[in-house]
């Protein structure tokens, strides 16, 4: 049986508001590095074997066009919150391809690896709702359905509770790390860079982060 090929909706905030927590340790790199990191996710993501697609939902032209050029589909965010956004990418999925299933995926993964994501869809496909936790286990890296399935986003905050509240699956899956590892503090991006960032990130993390 051939296996599915999904679609990805990626958000990604306007660069005045993207990894504001990050600011004191890059300083004047702090939107470089969150285009960065959208940019290794985005292609990440479109490495992976599974994906078919990628659509990235934002409000800011300069990430807009740097993961267009990547290949990802992009579309406006309506600018109302995160799950909203990605309510705009489901639809925008929908209208390309209706029958295949859409995964929501967090924008800041810089070490995503395509087998790693594969590994998680593979496993989402057997469930017609489901997510991965963060490496916290509090929030949510991965949300996905199958076609068909109503599309309940539930990102922010103490976002694992919600989803396993909803009804959707927890992937407990072994060895996925780099699925797990979102980046919102110096210390999640030296967390990162252990697994190994991507080659956007890894260049503008050079220019401020030291061991």
Known sequence: MQEARWSIVIPV?????AKTRLAGAAGTHREDLAVAVAADTTSAALAC???????????????????????AVVVQDPDKGLNTALRAGFAHSVLLAPHDPVAALQADLPALRPAELAQVLAAAAQFD???VPDATTVGTTLYATLPGVPFHPRFGGESRNRHLSGGAKELALDDIP??????????DLRTAAALGLGPHTAAVAAKFLVD
Do not use: N, Q, W, Y
Request: charge should be positive.
């Open 178 to 187: 780099t699925v797990r590892r979102d980046v919102d503090t110096v210390e």
């Open 13 to 17: 905030k306007t660069l005045i508001r």
């Open 129 to 131: 709702e489901s997510f």
């Open 49 to 71: 074997p599974l994906v078919a697609r990628v659509i990235v939902v934002t409000a800011d032209p300069i990430p807009a066009a740097r993961l267009a050029a990547l290949g």
